[in-house]
């Protein structure tokens, strides 16, 4: 039997019960009937994808996400990035991860390189 709420549908009088309140039914594990989280569920996709500003966006661990090409820098460098780091992509490729192509750079020199290409269509080359 279908419960109707406010032209909602629920599983059961319990979950609707529960809606009217404000409050959700969640399974203990997290996860509807048949469902599995990260590498085991059908749709994984390696962790990686590309976010709304055109980076790399990869899982590092279980519901936290950095860009990767942050995580490539700080795994070449052994160390995390300090807060005025940014990292830098050389060629302008914003999917092109490669160490080679990034550069280390803080956010004054960063924003006056990018600058410089927009305004004077230049190519700048960080020293």
């Not at 109707?4 to 203990?28: E, Q, T, V």
């Not at 160390?79 to 080679?100: P, S």
Request: charged share 30%; net charge positive; proline share 2%.
């Amino acid at each position: 039997m279908n419960y109707f709420l406010n032209r909602r549908m629920f599983c059961s009088k319990k979950c609707a019960d529960l809606s009217k309140k404000g409050k959700h039914f969640i399974p203990k594990n997290g996860f509807k009937k048949g469902q599995t989280a990260g590498n085991k569920n059908w749709n994984w996709k390696g962790g990686k994808h590309i976010g709304t500003q055109g980076y790399v966006v990869m899982t590092t661990a279980p519901n936290k996400t950095d860009l990767e090409h942050r995580v490539v820098m700080e795994r070449y460098l052994g160390r995390k990035l300090n807060k005025g780091e940014q990292v830098h992509h050389i060629n302008g490729i914003k999917t092109d991860n490669r160490i080679k192509n990034l550069q280390l750079v803080d956010w004054h020199e960063h924003g006056r390189v990018h600058a410089l290409q927009r305004w004077h269509k230049k190519e700048v080359g960080i020293i």
